[in-house]
């Protein structure tokens, strides 16, 4: 038998990659292997620095990645001529700048969290330049601020909060001359977990609970925790952020006849949120109750000589829902609300999240889906997305067509039942005999 002879194996030649080289190699453009959609990555020699620098030029088109390289390498050659010493101007002038513009005392909430922002990153961005700021920086900026920041990591979701807000900071910078460009921004996957809630043994609890909680409370605090009750109710059916319903005043509030039925009044609330005006349209009209005893409350003050309205006969329209005695707006019932749901050990829910606030809002929207609300209309009544519906309540969607998911399979269907179109669709069927 011939003993067979095994060819020497061909080594596998190496894939000759695209590349472009410019100013006698200190600007390279090169596609990596498997490169998403043909963009072309940048090398740069820098004279007087030693090694490479590498950069993504973001983009496959080859002029359009020149550019972006030849102004990366004109920038990086200014650094080094002039020892790291940046023409450009400094990040914290634009800072100090954006803090006297914005800092207001009658500014919206998200505008004051925007200065707190500008604020914390005086110290962390001092002595660098806007022509410095890149991906990488902006990344070390985060970091710097979750060491800062009293948890040493920051979620996912804060994360881009504040990375939206230096968005708006560095926009700011552009309008007003600081800068020209505004770089690219450290992709962020945002958290996808379902949102703290009450289901609705827990707020049969808490509800159940608070007359007795009132009860107990030092006379001094049992007019505020009166109004933190029934901000609690008034938040659960209505579904509005906490900044909406600090700025709610009297001539907000509209009835508006139901057209099922027409002994009912539902109500509407005109909001100014995050997403602008809106109506919003009120999941009971039980909340007439809720808005009656506040401005029964507030007819109180009428004959309270340290009152805003003292001896007036009726409430201004234009004044705050939820205010002190001295009409001042409420600021934040936060730490009212925590001590209160510590009280009834109801702070966590059963995966061991803290609840607060805004776990009102995820309450109404959890209840709306499971009451069959069509997602599209909750989004509208919140002033959200429907993705961003799905994204944090779709679980709640399930739940409330578990019946119908729940049916089971139908056997031997006749074939005259399987055919049979009623009511006004039946030309439907008449269409499809005459084809």
């Known amino acids: 038998m011939e003993s067979e002879t095994l060819?020497?194996?061909?080594?596998?030649?190496?894939?000759?990659?695209?590349?472009?080289?410019?100013?006698?190699?200190?600007?390279?453009?090169?596609?990596?292997?498997?490169?998403?959609?043909?963009?072309?990555?940048?090398?740069?020699?820098?004279?007087n620095v030693r090694g490479y620098q590498h950069h993504s030029s973001g983009t496959a088109?080859?002029?359009?990645?020149?550019?972006?390289?030849?102004?990366?390498?004109?920038?990086?050659?200014?650094?080094?001529?002039?020892?790291?010493?940046?023409?450009?101007?400094?990040?914290?002038?634009?800072?100090?700048s954006y803090i006297e513009h914005h800092d207001q005392p009658d500014s919206a909430l998200s505008i004051r969290l925007k200065v707190q922002l500008a604020r914390r990153l005086e110290p962390i961005?001092?002595?660098?330049?806007?022509?410095?700021?890149?991906?990488?920086l902006i990344s070390k900026m985060i970091v710097e601020l979750?060491?800062?920041?009293?948890?040493?990591?920051?979620?996912?979701?804060?994360?881009?909060?504040?990375?939206?807000?230096?968005?708006?900071?560095?926009?700011?910078?552009?309008?007003?001359?600081?800068?020209?460009n505004i770089p690219r921004f450290p992709k962020i996957a945002a958290e996808q977990e379902r949102r703290?809630?009450?289901?609705?043994?827990?707020?049969?609890?808490?509800?159940?609970?608070?007359r007795q909680y009132l009860k107990d409370s030092p006379k001094s605090v049992r007019r505020d925790r009166h109004l933190l009750f029934l901000y609690i109710l008034i938040m659960e059916n209505t579904g509005i952020r906490v900044g909406e319903a600090r700025e709610l005043k009297w001539k907000d509030i509209r009835p508006v006849q139901s057209e099922n039925n027409p002994e009912v009044q539902n109500i509407i609330i005109y909001v100014n949120g995050k997403t602008g005006y809106?109506?919003?349209?009120?999941?009971?009209?039980?909340?007439?109750?809720?808005?009656?005893?506040?401005?029964?409350?507030?007819?109180?003050?009428?004959?309270n000589p340290e009152s805003d309205i003292f001896g007036l006969k009726?409430?201004?329209?234009?004044?705050?829902?939820?205010?002190?005695?001295?009409?001042?707006k409420i600021g934040s019932f936060k730490r009212s609300f925590r001590t209160f749901v510590d009280s009834i050990n109801l702070r966590k829910d059963t995966h061991g999240r803290s609840r607060t606030i805004y776990s009102l809002r995820h309450t109404y929207a959890?209840?709306?889906?499971?009451?069959?609300?069509?997602?599209?209309?909750?989004?509208?009544?919140?002033?959200?997305?429907?993705?961003?519906?799905e994204k944090y309540y779709g679980h709640s969607s399930n739940v409330a067509m578990a019946d119908e998911l729940a049916k089971p399979k139908k056997k031997n269907v006749k074939v005259q039942d399987a055919n049979r179109v009623e009511g006004s669709l039946a030309w439907i069927a008449d269409l499809a005999k005459a084809g």
């Open 196 to 210: 703290p809630h009450f289901n609705p043994e827990e707020w049969k609890t808490l509800k159940g609970s608070f």
């Open 146 to 180: 979750a060491k800062r920041s009293k948890k040493p990591i920051l979620s996912p979701n804060t994360i881009i909060r504040n990375l939206n807000d230096f968005r708006h900071f560095l926009q700011w910078c552009v309008d007003n001359g600081y800068t020209e």
């Open 61 to 96: 088109d080859v002029p359009e990645a020149y550019r972006i390289a030849k102004n990366l390498y004109d920038d990086a050659l200014v650094r080094s001529l002039t020892n790291g010493r940046s023409s450009g101007k400094r990040i914290t002038a634009g800072l100090k």
């Open 366 to 389: 959890t209840s709306r889906l499971e009451a069959g609300v069509n997602a599209y209309v909750l989004a509208k009544n919140m002033g959200t997305s429907v993705a961003m519906i």
């Open 278 to 303: 809106r109506d919003v349209v009120c999941s009971t009209s039980a909340i007439i109750k809720y808005l009656n005893e506040i401005m029964r409350k507030r007819l109180q003050d009428t004959k």
């Open 314 to 328: 009726a409430v201004p329209a234009d004044s705050y829902i939820f205010c002190d005695i001295k009409g001042k």
């Open 7 to 47: 060819a020497p194996k061909r080594r596998a030649q190496k894939q000759t990659l695209p590349s472009h080289s410019f100013l006698d190699g200190a600007i390279y453009l090169y596609q990596r292997g498997g490169a998403k959609k043909g963009k072309w990555s940048i090398r740069l020699k820098i004279p």
């Open 125 to 136: 961005l001092e002595g660098r330049h806007f022509d410095e700021l890149d991906t990488a």
